[in-house]
């Protein structure tokens, strides 16, 4: 059974920061790619930053210069850096696994509570 574990949500003001971290299990964490979805209330889930097995990333340009994505894989983690975090960073993380061969996720976490104060 794959399981995608998030942490590190919480609570933070404005100009803080908090790591998130996902642990992965049931599947082959190398070879696949890692990302990290986000949902705000009223909003659409949107794209956060992606890495692939081989390090290249992607961001939002929202988050550019400010989150950093990262993994271990002897550890089967993925982490999120935020600094200078901001109210509109407030919404629910979700990790995410997307096989090669796949043009979306296959597997979500069940996500983790970000809230930044003013």
């Known amino acids: 059974q794959v399981k995608l574990m998030e942490s590190g949500g919480g609570l933070v003001q404005a100009g803080g920061s908090l790591r998130l971290s996902c642990a992965t299990s049931?599947?082959?964490?190398?070879?696949?790619?890692m990302g990290w979805y986000r949902q705000a209330p009223g909003k659409q889930r949107e794209l956060v930053a992606t890495?692939?097995?081989?390090?290249?990333?992607i961001y939002a340009d929202s988050v550019k210069g400010r989150f950093t994505i990262s993994r271990d894989n002897a550890k089967d983690t993925v982490y999120l850096q935020m600094n200078s975090l901001q109210p509109d960073d407030t919404a629910v993380y979700y990790c995410?696994?997307?096989?090669?061969?796949?043009?979306?996720?296959?597997?979500w976490g069940q996500g983790t509570q970000v809230t930044v104060s003013s």
């Open positions: 995410t696994l997307r096989r090669i061969t796949s043009p979306r996720p296959d597997y």
């Open positions: 049931g599947i082959s964490f190398k070879t696949g790619s």
């Open positions: 890495i692939t097995s081989r390090g290249n990333t």
